[in-house]
Structures are given as C-alpha cells and as structure tokens.
C-alpha cells in the first residue's frame, strides 16, 4: 500500500518538450552553433548544466550564458498563450493529495517551475526537488531517495510518475516502483524494455490503477 508518490513534471504534468527543444535549437542557430534536433531530443531532459556539455561541449562560460538567456527568451515567446497542463492534471492531483504525501523531481530550476506552474497546484506538494539543488541529479537515484526521506517513507511505501527510460532505471535503482506514462520522453516500447512496472496513457489511468490496489487491499 503506497503512502506517498513522488512525480517528474516535464513530459508528466507539463507538456512543454516541445518548445525546450524548439528554443534550444533557435538559440543555438542565432550564436552560430552546431545543434541536432535528435542531441536535442535525446538529452532534453537532463539538467542545465548537463545539457551545456551534451550539446555544446566545451564552450565558454560567457558563450553559454549568452545561449541560456536566448533559450529562454525564445521558450517564453513560444508558450505564450499556450495552456501547457496535461488535461487530466487539474483533476486528479487534488484527489490525490487528499490520499498520499505527493512529492516533486525535476530536474529544471526552482525558479523555471513557480514562473510556469499553477501556485493553487503547487501547493499539493509537501516536498519538491530542483534541478538546481541537486549534487547528484537524475537519472542517479540520490534525489528520489532523498525525496522518500523527506516524505517520511521507505522505498516500498512510495511510487513514481516518470515518462522517460532514464526515470524507469532512477526508480529500479532506488528500489522503488515506477509509474510510466507515454506522454514524455519515451515511447511505450522504450518504457517497456526499460523494465516500467506500469505503462500508462495518462494520469487519469494512473488513479484508475491506484484506485484498483487499494480495493484489493
């Protein structure tokens, strides 16, 4: 019987990949940068710092601020208007703050997350994680296990929500089981090969499956 979940939020609760990876791209073009769609795609997830040399390698630090500042710049031009929430989201995370201790990783800034993230649903986590405050970010699994101390639990009292496959081998590392949902970083047949003890299509699916354990409990 979980206790406590614990959720990623890019790819889970914020559908906003998309324009990281399109702002990315952008701002490495107008500083005269070499950057793939697919490097992009495939590292999207990972932390700033860990993107700069992903993508870029060795480059100055003055060069690098120069293309964080226009990535964000052309992020916030392009989610401008958008409504970015998972359709589910607004719904389900309330019922289930009323039933677990929720709690948030995420490898994005502290700052990034309480500029794009509703406050009156930010508030349904009593612990999040940044990738900013992290010493050992994901896919190591020292947040998650940091996150299930705070929550006051064990590893087999708590779950994750993750999209991609670098969440599925955080969590198997942890000791801790693994919620995946195919609206992220990975396709349901990378989940799968990733070990996931569960694939789902959305959110709603995963109160569906809480909902179940605990009638059989």
Known sequence: MFKAIIFDFNGVLFDDL????????RAAKNTGLSLQRETVRKY??????QKRRLFFGDISNETWNQIFQLK???????IQGENL??????DVLPLLAHRYRLGLISNTSRKYFETVFPKNLACL????????????????????LEMVGRLGVVPGQCCYVGDSASDVQMAKKAGIEIFSVATGDSSKEELREAGSDWILNNLSELREELDSMESLS
Request: glycine fraction near 4%; proline fraction near 11%; charge should be negative.
């Open 44 to 49: 999207i997830s990972t932390t700033a710092n």
């Open 72 to 78: 964000t710049k052309y992020y916030f031009d392009l």
């Open 18 to 25: 998309r324009f990281h990876e399109e702002a990315y791209l």
């Open 125 to 144: 986590f009593q612990e999040m994680i940044f990738g900013d405050e992290m010493l050992d970010p994901k896919p190591s699994p020292e947040p998650l």
């Open 85 to 90: 929430l998972f359709p589910e989201v607004g």
